[in-house]
């Protein structure tokens, strides 16, 4: 017999065959299976068939629950960024600084952080006070997770039927949250944020500690940080000491420490010290019978100077050490002293200017904030404006507002075209109709000027030329101008990264206060960077200095060539005396300069320089609403001139850089321009009491003569089409 011998290959086909004959059989088994259990799921489900009223229930009910999964992951995407903030094991450590700035003159300015011997437990604090502050602030502190919802929807519900804002729905640790990890701008991203970060709070500590932390950062007027500072501050006594009539006035500062300052307005005080009280029986922490005595008889604060205290300049200050803290700069120290180079006086002289602008012109014009910051040619923050009233509003829109600049951007253009060799000050230029793609800027009126000096285009703030000047930067490609352009911003100082668009050129992107000053600061510098800074000096509480920025050879770095410094320098100079920023002209002072006004008149920029100082000027509403006719040489250009006329009073004239200036004696007249006068007596410069008629008259001509003044200097809505992206 004859046996045929199997080849591997030919068991492998076998076994292939088998395998494949098992999986056939498998998978026929489990599609039987599973429609016998999918036939008997549909006839259990046919005798348990919903009415048509329940199936409209389930299908609402799974919509609801989708949406509400994409939002929850929404929500945690947008709040993932607040905790980089909280990833560091000693979180709280790091929060916990305890700083005591000192101004130019070596005197007190202010404090900031947690004072740690000032720092109360608060199983030690009054009774009276801890009700007053939970009874105010969140009476549910001891019962919620970090996020009150019914107090939430009461507060919603009672400012629904008020019409406004009568009552917050916060907690005491959102609004820790917030006070440690956040900033104040009200955006939905923020709030977001302060919501993940307050269950974070929750989870990490007791209910106390979050209570105790509350007490010693929160903002209580006046430069005063914490209930033992207010209480020193207010009643000079130590916090355990505090009455239960001084424990409600305290407790009435958290929701508006300035209007409620009892050393600043005692009847306004003592009246929300009464709702205090009324809340505390309300929540039944007290008997009416228990706070009779301290309504029949309400508290007193001790006198006190209550002179400014540039809470706004601090906080900027802080900023800057708690990033150096972070950075290690200071190993474990963390009670520190700083020395600024904040001028006392020249700070309290920029925020009352801006104040009595803004109270006599703000209404005429409908504008309603300011900001503005002041700076060495060293980088060293002189004076900052953050806003009118920083009990009402911590938001510092000298270094949080992103706004758009106008045609204070301009310089920007300028700057960048004179680095690259493209044009100088003499060079003739062309206004003529010019486009890039299908967006063609012109000049108010859709006129055009035709030739003249670069000089000349540049003190007039025509349209075409920065535009005509993008697209030679980028030898020919308008859009590598521009990227060129922000990359030389970020050069000379910003901070912020510029949106590319094609109306770049004209200032239609966004910057702030503090960005804007750092790259005028450059060129006043002669092209030579010097970042702004706060902290001359750090000392331990040894006395002994533990940190010092580096020397300005070490610190400043050449970033733009002299000669293009120069050049850029001569041409701002003709602003203040022959376009559009005649209002910021000082006598006897040599400054250059540059105006902006946006769409809608809704921003209005004056920057500018001597050979000592270098300030920028904002000035818009916090809502974004149009102004009247606000230009820049405007109000700005006035703000401008009366704070920088303060600053020289008694500083040694310089020379603009790179410029043959004739430096006379001072000029009698710069006393007058800085209104030091008008500003001693306490309610700013005098102005006749009109009639709408007079008023309306007199607004006619001012309008007539910024016409002439300032006639090119106009926002991007009348000067140019609709600013597109490429």
């Known amino acids: 017999m004859e046996f045929h011998r199997v080849t591997?290959?030919?068991?492998?086909?076998?076994?292939?065959?088998d395998l494949d004959a098992a999986l056939e059989h498998g998978l026929f088994q489990l599609g039987r299976r599973m429609g016998e259990v999918l036939w008997r799921v549909r006839h259990a489900s046919d005798r348990l068939e919903p009415s048509p009223f329940g199936r409209v229930m389930v299908t609402l009910a799974c919509e609801a629950l989708t949406y509400a999964t994409i939002g929850a992951v929404l929500l945690t995407a947008l709040a993932k960024p607040a905790f980089r903030a909280v990833n560091e094991e000693n979180w709280l450590k790091q929060t916990e600084l305890a700083v005591t700035f000192l101004d130019s003159g070596g005197q007190v300015l202010g404090k900031r952080g947690i004072l740690h011997l000032e720092s109360v437990a608060v199983e030690q604090l009054p009774e009276h006070l801890v009700k007053a502050a939970l009874g105010t602030e969140d009476r549910r502190f001891y019962e919620h997770f970090g996020i009150d919802i019914g107090g939430l929807f009461r507060a919603m519900m009672s400012n629904a039927r008020a019409g406004g804002v009568v009552q917050g729905g916060s907690t005491i640790t959102q609004q820790l949250a917030k006070n440690l990890f956040l900033n104040n701008e009200r955006t939905l991203d923020r709030k977001i944020k302060e919501a993940f970060l307050s269950f974070w709070l929750e989870a990490r500590l007791p209910k106390n500690e979050i209570l105790r932390l509350y007490l010693d950062r929160a903002y209580l007027g006046n430069g005063v940080f914490g209930v033992q500072s207010a209480a020193e501050h207010y009643f000079g006594k130590n916090v355990r000491d505090l009455t239960l009539a001084e424990a409600a006035m305290i407790a009435g500062l958290f929701k508006a420490?300035?209007?409620?300052s009892p050393t600043v307005n005692l009847p306004a005080a003592r009246a929300r010290a009464a709702d205090v009280l009324s809340n505390m029986v309300e929540a039944k922490f007290l008997t009416p019978g228990q706070v009779a005595a301290a309504l029949r008889n309400p508290a007193t604060p001790i006198e006190r100077n209550t002179d400014t205290v540039a809470d706004y300049a601090l906080d900027y200050a802080f900023d800057e050490i708690k990033q150096l803290a972070?950075?290690?700069k200071f190993g474990n120290e963390r009670v520190l002293t700083v020395r600024t180079?904040?001028?006392?006086?020249?700070?309290?002289?920029?925020?009352?200017?801006?104040?009595?602008?803004l109270r006599d012109q703000g209404p005429n014009y409908g504008v309603s904030q300011a900001a503005m910051v002041v700076l060495d040619h060293d980088g060293g923050l002189r004076a900052m404006v953050g806003g009118r009233d920083y009990g009402q509003s911590q938001f510092n829109r000298a270094t949080q507002a992103m706004r758009q600049t106008g045609s204070s951007f301009k310089t920007f253009v300028y700057a960048a075209a004179l680095t690259e060799g493209v044009v100088k000050p003499d060079s003739i230029v062309t206004d003529r109709p010019t486009c890039v793609g299908n967006w063609c800027p012109a000049n108010y009126g859709r006129s055009y000027a035709g030739s003249m000096s670069a000089t000349v285009a540049f003190a007039k703030s025509i349209n075409t030329i920065p535009v005509q000047l993008t697209t030679a930067i980028g030898k020919g490609n308008n859009k590598l101008g521009r990227e060129k352009i922000i990359a030389f911003t970020k050069a000379v100082g910003f901070q912020n990264d510029l949106r590319d668009m094609?109306?770049?050129p004209i200032g239609s992107s966004e910057a702030t206060v503090i960005d804007m000053v750092a790259g005028f600061n450059t060129f006043a510098n002669g092209g030579k960077l010097a970042k702004p800074y706060a902290a001359r000096e750090i000392l331990n509480p040894q006395g002994q200095v533990i940190y010092r920025p580096d020397a300005p050879e070490t610190r400043h770095h050449q970033v733009?060539?002299?000669q293009a410094a120069k050049d850029l320098v001569y041409m701002m100079s003709k602003v203040p005396t022959e376009g559009t920023g005649r209002r910021a002209f000082l006598p006897g002072v040599p400054t250059g300069g540059k105006t902006g006004t946006t769409d809608e008149y809704r921003n209005a920029w004056y920057g500018g320089f001597s050979g000592t100082f270098t300030a920028v000027v904002w000035f818009g509403n916090d809502d974004f609403s149009p102004t009247r006719n606000m230009t820049g040489g405007s109000l700005p250009a006035m703000a401008f001139a009366r704070v920088m006329a303060f600053?020289?009073?008694?500083?040694?004239?310089?020379?603009?850089?790179?410029?043959d200036n004739d430096l006379p004696q001072r000029d009698p007249k710069l006393v007058e321009v800085a209104g030091t006068a008008d500003l001693a007596k306490g309610d700013g410069p005098r102005h006749l009491r009109l009639t709408p008629a007079g008023r309306a008259l007199l607004k006619e001509i001012e309008s007539v003569a910024d016409e002439f003044v300032e006639k090119q200097d106009r926002p991007l809505s009348q000067a140019s089409a609709t600013p597109g992206r490429s």
């Not at 591997?8 to 065959?17: D, T």
């Not at 180079?341 to 104040?355: F, G, M, V, W």
């Open 257 to 260: 420490p300035s209007r409620f």
């Open 560 to 562: 733009m060539p002299p």
């Open 8 to 17: 591997w290959s030919e068991r492998f086909r076998r076994r292939l065959r």
């Open 647 to 659: 600053a020289h009073l008694d500083t040694d004239l310089k020379p603009l850089f790179g410029q």
């Open 341 to 357: 180079p904040i001028d006392r006086n020249l700070q309290r002289h920029a925020e009352r200017s801006l104040e009595a602008i």
């Open 326 to 328: 972070s950075a290690g």
């Open 502 to 504: 094609t109306s770049l």
